[in-house]
């Protein structure tokens, strides 16, 4: 599966906050609402507090699933994983403009692995540090909380990166935004750009899936 072409609004539910004991179920519940996105959440526990997946559960679930999959590699060595990713199954990579000395040599080697790639930059990272691989990206992943735990606090200071970034890669590249996004929240970050929406908690955290995603699209509008 390949990123949906730029423009159309996405919601890609983020497994963070789903039930870690049946994964695989709780991927096809917002596949059957709709989402054609899921956001893989990848921690290493130590370019961020806390632990997560990593390739052979991701293999595991790609059996079951034909959604994008959209891994987020909150981890300090991207470099070292990015093959073993890809071979597990992700259509796009992101990874954090913090920890790459060479973002536009990785954007290059996710490309030569078949999948799309992206850059991501933590709530406190200014823009212009995204200003040249921005646009050789697929996709832009501006954070509006710290990476890491779901659940947290939705960042306006954050958020309004979002629009910076939409006028450096104009309308043919996804911005995508993790942390804090609800109802509440998702005008506001459509209002700046956003075109991806990952939202974890407020999808399932909520016992009708159907539901939670139709309030968040709604907002869109």
Excluded: W
């Amino acid at each position: 599966m390949r990123l949906p072409p730029a423009g159309t609004i996405e919601i890609a539910p983020s497994i963070l906050s789903a039930d870690f004991g049946k994964l695989a179920g709780e991927i096809a519940e917002v596949a059957a609402a709709g989402a054609r996105i899921v956001h893989l959440d990848v921690m290493d526990g130590h370019f961020v507090p806390n632990l997560t997946i990593g390739p052979p559960v991701i293999a595991s679930l790609r059996r079951h699933s034909d959604l994008v999959f959209d891994s987020h590699l909150m981890i300090s060595e991207p470099g070292r994983y990015v093959e073993a990713f890809a071979k597990a199954g992700v259509d796009n990579i992101t990874f954090h403009i913090e920890v790459v000395d060479d973002p536009a040599g990785m954007v290059s080697r996710i490309r030569d692995l078949g999948c799309t790639a992206g850059v991501t930059l933590n709530p406190e990272t200014p823009v212009k540090t995204v200003e040249k691989v921005a646009p050789l990206c697929d996709m832009v992943l501006v954070m509006t909380v710290h990476p890491g735990f779901g659940g947290q606090k939705f960042m306006p200071d954050a958020a309004r990166k979002i629009a910076e970034v939409r006028k450096i890669v104009g309308p043919g590249i996804r911005i995508e935004v993790d942390g804090g996004i609800d109802p509440e929240t998702t005008p506001i970050v459509v209002s700046y750009g956003a075109d991806t929406l990952v939202a974890g908690n407020a999808i399932f955290g909520r016992p009708d899936r159907q539901a939670a995603i139709d309030a968040i699209r709604k907002a869109c509008q």
